[in-house]
């Protein structure tokens, strides 16, 4: 079992940058698949970016050319840097795994992973 704890949340003026941590702790797997989404209210959750252990990258659309996510397997830690942020970007964020690489643009879009963080919460003001 993967234990997930986010952090880096917190509030800031639109057109502001957040760079969300995700820490792995627990068993680690040598392939893997691992992402972000977020919630916001009244709102389903959303795929916004996944890595896996090849350093494949997938974005949504929404996020694609201000979000980035990237890894540092030495610390087994996930970041998603968030750039030009939107009030519609309010959300509390997540971060997830999934053990194996193989199918992970499924697993993201389904958003079937193994193993979830409680969240850290972001609030974009206008």
């Known amino acids: 079992q993967v234990q997930l704890v986010e952090s880096g949340g917190g509030s800031v003026q639109a057109g502001g940058s957040l760079r969300l941590s995700c820490a792995a702790s627990?068993?680690?797997?040598?392939?893997?698949?691992m992402g972000w989404f977020r919630q916001a209210p009244g709102k389903k959750r959303e795929k916004l970016a996944a890595i896996d252990s090849d350093g494949i990258t997938i974005y949504a659309d929404s996020v694609k050319g201000r979000f980035t996510i990237s890894q540092d397997k030495a610390t087994n830690t996930l970041y998603l840097q968030m750039n030009s942020l939107k009030p519609d970007d309010t959300a509390m964020y997540y971060c997830a795994h999934k053990k194996w690489a193989s199918y992970c643009y499924s697993a993201v879009e389904t958003q079937i992973m193994d193993s979830w963080g409680k969240g850290t919460l972001v609030t974009i003001s206008s």
């Open positions: 627990g068993y680690t797997y040598n392939s893997y698949c």
